[in-house]
């Protein structure tokens, strides 16, 4: 059927429905629209009230108390703001910010970087680009816990592959490439593992955007003689820019979070070179049981989180609308 | 057609197609050297698992499989002896290591864990998620942009934040170590995705099957179940899939929240231990198995793969 064809077929229905005399479709069983949306969403409204806001509410609480999660029976005092005036001046907490601040930043730059090229040298559509896409997004789909703890293996010194390898091709002795027991080398240990993991993530939120630009534009600067390069810079980058930040968003968000593949793979160590914002709040709230000051951390780090990404989403709908 | 030339013109020529076909597979095959790493190690014995330089080329062996599903003790030879003809491939394998199988590992019960914990959170959540995304979708609800980003925000905590009155919470009500409070816990953090989701599906359906279907006399909620939930079933299913994949590899809330009876598999395969340090072939042997039913699912939904992962935010 032609698009006109089509769009007269919608038009009919629509008067059809509207002409539809509204109360008779309501009446049939006595439930109201209104009443069924109701229905529809409450179980989730309810759930989510439940699992989320109401410990969210609890935590807020704790956050201004000495509670201790192991030792139920303790008389809880109230301590005012001095849980989050300790935190802020805590030097500890500082650097575990920082550290998690350079994960997100390294992680984010070698995954746009990469992935971003990746999508655009598959844009091309060689010969099998639909199975090897397949291949390289298998990393992603599985659990960081599991594949980061594997990951030690693949690290270990003496007996692993990835010190083989990296022997092999510098000649440096294995037993020097100690990933994960050497201060300098453990933070880019979990950044090679998650850029492994989350390239594919990007790159194929890149390929999305890539896939959206359309090709007349292309035909157009053609015509204009706009020299391959010239093409690249005003109108491929600019255009897929919106998914780029994207995936910066969503890998952002994530990173900031990040706590299992950390926990699995140097659980922190060595000393406090990888110690993430996550990990302290585990060591904290898990180890120390300083239930109150760990919530008031917590909360901390949940208003951090998001006012970064409503600052950052404003910052992505200006280039959208550009 | 004039267009088709004009494309000619600007498709890259056959040699750059070439360059950027080579460069991807070569970071596909690198990319997929770890997992296929943990492949042939789960099929090594432990000693040829820790050899250097690494063995590319070894008798494949059992031995890792079964340390995975057993539980052994070490005997003398000569008790060895005494025993009659061994019962198994493992039993036979494990003897030549001087032991006795002594029973069955927890790796099948964290396993059975897993299969519960993610197909019940899934159902739960994709449940929900239809629900409220087709009363988003179709009435009007008073605030449901608020409402909306009120449950998209839910994942911006981190899962430990959360863990923290979570742990306290559950354990007042006699939930914690429980397969149903992680089941509860798991669809509240997948019904986000869910509803994000099932709402762009059911947008895209037009509100006319449902007004005809009213029209011949049907109520809303017969409309809804015979004109939409079947236009939506792919929509639902590839949903599903991805409640399953988060469900089935999340780790942070499992460790924290569950140690015994309901602990899933996640946390449980970096404790595999064997004697002297981490039994790497059986630890191999549970990371493949439990990436396998994931490997499928990559498999049939790379189509719908985008939608998932931006919330439905990319259009594709």
Same mark, same amino acid.
């Given at each position: 059927?032609?698009?006109?064809?089509?769009t007269?077929?919608?038009?009919?229905?629509?008067?059809?429905?509207?002409?539809?005399?509204?109360?008779?479709?309501?009446?049939?069983?006595?439930?109201?629209?209104?009443?069924?949306?109701?229905?529809?969403?409450?179980?989730?409204?309810?759930?989510?009230?439940?699992?989320?806001?109401?410990?969210?509410?609890?935590?807020?609480?704790?956050?201004?108390?000495?509670?201790?999660?192991?030792?139920?029976?303790?008389?809880?005092?109230?301590?005012?703001?001095?849980?989050?005036?300790?935190?802020?001046?805590? @030097?500890?907490?500082?650097?575990?910010?920082?550290?998690?601040?350079?994960?997100?930043?390294?992680?984010? &730059?070698?995954?746009?970087?990469?992935?971003?090229?990746?999508?655009?040298?598959?844009?091309?559509?060689?010969?099998?680009?639909?199975?090897?896409?397949?291949i390289?997004?298998?990393?992603?789909?599985?659990?960081?816990?599991?594949?980061?703890?594997?990951?030690?293996? &693949?690290?270990?010194?003496q007996?692993?592959?990835?010190?083989?390898?990296?022997?092999?091709?510098?000649?440096?002795?294995?037993?020097?490439?100690?990933?994960? /027991?050497?201060?300098?080398?453990?933070?880019?240990?979990?950044?090679?593992?998650?850029?492994?993991?989350?390239?594919?993530?990007?790159?194929?939120?890149?390929?999305?955007?890539?896939?959206?630009?359309?090709?007349?534009?292309?035909?157009?600067?053609?015509?204009?003689?706009?020299?391959?390069?010239?093409?690249?810079?005003?109108?491929?980058?600019?255009?897929?820019?919106?998914?780029?930040m994207?995936?910066?968003?969503?890998?952002?968000?994530?990173?900031?979070?990040?706590?299992?593949?950390?926990?699995?793979?140097?659980?922190?160590?060595?000393?406090?070179?990888?110690?993430?914002?996550s990990?302290?709040?585990?060591? @904290?709230?898990?180890?120390?049981?300083?239930?109150?000051?760990?919530?008031?951390?917590?909360?901390?780090?949940?208003?951090?989180?998001?006012?970064?990404?409503?600052?950052?989403?404003?910052?992505?709908?200006?280039?959208?609308?550009? | 057609?004039? &267009?088709?030339?004009?494309?000619?013109v600007?498709?890259?020529?056959?040699?750059?197609?070439?360059? /950027?076909?080579?460069?991807?597979?070569?970071?596909?095959?690198?990319?997929?050297?770890?997992?296929?790493?943990?492949?042939?190690?789960?099929?090594?014995?432990?000693?040829?698992?820790?050899?250097?330089?690494?063995?590319?080329?070894?008798?494949?062996?059992?031995e890792?499989?079964?340390?995975?599903?057993?539980?052994?003790?070490?005997?003398?030879?000569?008790?060895?002896?005494?025993?009659?003809?061994?019962?198994?491939?493992?039993?036979?394998?494990v003897?030549?290591?001087?032991?006795v199988?002594?029973?069955?590992?927890?790796?099948?019960?964290?396993?059975?864990?897993?299969?519960?914990?993610?197909?019940?959170?899934?159902?739960?959540?994709?449940?929900?998620?239809?629900?409220?995304?087709?009363?988003?979708?179709?009435?009007?609800?008073?605030?449901?942009?608020?409402?909306?980003?009120?449950?998209?925000?839910?994942?911006?905590?981190?899962?430990?934040?959360?863990?923290?009155?979570?742990?306290?919470?559950?354990r007042?009500?006699?939930?914690?170590?429980?397969?149903?409070?992680?089941?509860?816990l798991?669809?509240?953090?997948?019904?986000?995705?869910?509803?994000?989701?099932?709402?762009?599906?059911i947008?895209?359906?037009?509100?006319?099957?449902?007004?005809?279907?009213?029209?011949?006399?049907?109520?809303?909620?017969?409309a809804?179940?015979?004109?939409?939930?079947?236009?939506?079933?792919?929509?639902?299913?590839?949903t599903a899939?991805?409640?399953?994949?988060?469900?089935?590899?999340?780790?942070?809330?499992?460790? &924290?929240?569950?140690?015994?009876?309901? @602990?899933?598999?996640?946390?449980?395969?970096?404790?595999?231990?064997?004697?002297?340090?981490?039994?790497?072939?059986?630890?191999?042997?549970?990371?493949?198995?439990?990436?396998?039913?994931?490997?499928?699912?990559?498999?049939?939904?790379?189509? @719908?793969?985008?939608?998932?992962?931006?919330?439905?935010?990319?259009?594709?």
């Amino acid at each position: 059927m032609t698009e006109a064809g089509l769009t007269m077929l919608n038009r009919t229905a629509d008067s059809v429905a509207r002409s539809t005399p509204e109360p008779l479709a309501r009446k049939v069983r006595g439930i109201s629209d209104k009443g069924l949306a109701w229905l529809f969403i409450s179980p989730t409204i309810l759930l989510l009230l439940a699992i989320n806001i109401f410990p969210l509410f609890w935590a807020i609480y704790l956050s201004f108390t000495n509670y201790r999660a192991n030792r139920p029976g303790e008389v809880v005092k109230n301590l005012g703001l001095a849980n989050y005036r300790r935190i802020l001046g805590d @030097q500890d907490i500082w650097i575990a910010m920082q550290t998690t601040a350079h994960f997100v930043f390294w992680t984010i &730059l070698l995954q746009t970087v990469i992935g971003f090229t990746l999508a655009w040298l598959i844009d091309r559509k060689f010969r099998g680009h639909a199975f090897w896409t397949t291949i390289i997004l298998v990393p992603m789909m599985l659990s960081p816990a599991v594949v980061g703890n594997f990951w030690r293996f &693949l690290y270990e010194p003496q007996i692993g592959l990835f010190a083989y390898v990296v022997s092999f091709f510098t000649g440096i002795a294995p037993t020097n490439v100690q990933m994960l /027991s050497n201060v300098e080398l453990a933070p880019w240990a979990i950044v090679i593992v998650d850029t492994w993991m989350w390239t594919p993530y990007v790159m194929l939120i890149c390929l999305a955007g890539l896939r959206s630009i359309p090709e007349y534009i292309y035909e157009a600067a053609e015509v204009d003689r706009a020299s391959n390069w010239r093409q690249f810079w005003s109108i491929t980058l600019p255009m897929a820019l919106p998914f780029i930040m994207l995936a910066v968003l969503f890998r952002g968000i994530e990173n900031f979070k990040m706590f299992d593949m950390v926990n699995l793979l140097t659980g922190g160590g060595p000393g406090s070179t990888t110690e993430v914002a996550s990990i302290t709040l585990k060591r @904290q709230a898990f180890e120390s049981w300083r239930t109150g000051y760990s919530s008031a951390f917590a909360i901390i780090l949940f208003v951090a989180v998001f006012g970064l990404a409503n600052i950052y989403v404003k910052a992505l709908n200006k280039v959208k609308q550009r | 057609m004039s &267009l088709t030339t004009a494309h000619s013109v600007v498709a890259p020529s056959s040699n750059a197609k070439r360059i /950027s076909g080579a460069l991807v597979v070569a970071y596909a095959l690198i990319s997929i050297v770890p997992l296929l790493w943990i492949f042939a190690t789960s099929f090594k014995t432990p000693p040829d698992s820790i050899a250097y330089p690494p063995k590319v080329v070894f008798q494949p062996s059992v031995e890792g499989y079964c340390n995975l599903f057993t539980t052994r003790t070490r005997q003398t030879p000569e008790y060895i002896n005494s025993l009659g003809p061994a019962t198994g491939l493992c039993d036979e394998t494990v003897r030549k290591r001087n032991m006795v199988i002594a029973g069955p590992s927890n790796f099948l019960p964290r396993f059975v864990n897993s299969l519960i914990i993610a197909f019940g959170s899934t159902f739960c959540a994709v449940f929900l998620g239809t629900l409220s995304a087709y009363g988003f979708s179709r009435f009007k609800v008073p605030l449901a942009d608020d409402l909306l980003f009120f449950i998209l925000s839910t994942r911006f905590m981190p899962p430990i934040a959360v863990a923290i009155p979570i742990y306290l919470m559950y354990r007042e009500i006699g939930l914690s170590d429980t397969a149903l409070g992680m089941i509860l816990l798991y669809t509240a953090v997948n019904v986000s995705l869910a509803v994000w989701l099932l709402k762009g599906f059911i947008d895209e359906i037009p509100r006319e099957y449902e007004e005809a279907a009213m029209i011949d006399g049907y109520t809303r909620l017969q409309a809804f179940w015979r004109t939409v939930l079947p236009q939506a079933t792919t929509g639902i299913a590839a949903t599903a899939i991805f409640c399953l994949i988060f469900a089935w590899n999340e780790y942070a809330f499992a460790a &924290l929240l569950t140690s015994g009876t309901a @602990q899933t598999a996640p946390p449980f395969i970096p404790t595999i231990i064997g004697e002297g340090g981490q039994d790497w072939p059986a630890v191999a042997a549970g990371t493949t198995i439990f990436l396998v039913p994931i490997l499928v699912f990559t498999i049939l939904l790379r189509k @719908q793969l985008l939608r998932g992962i931006t919330f439905g935010a990319v259009r594709k």
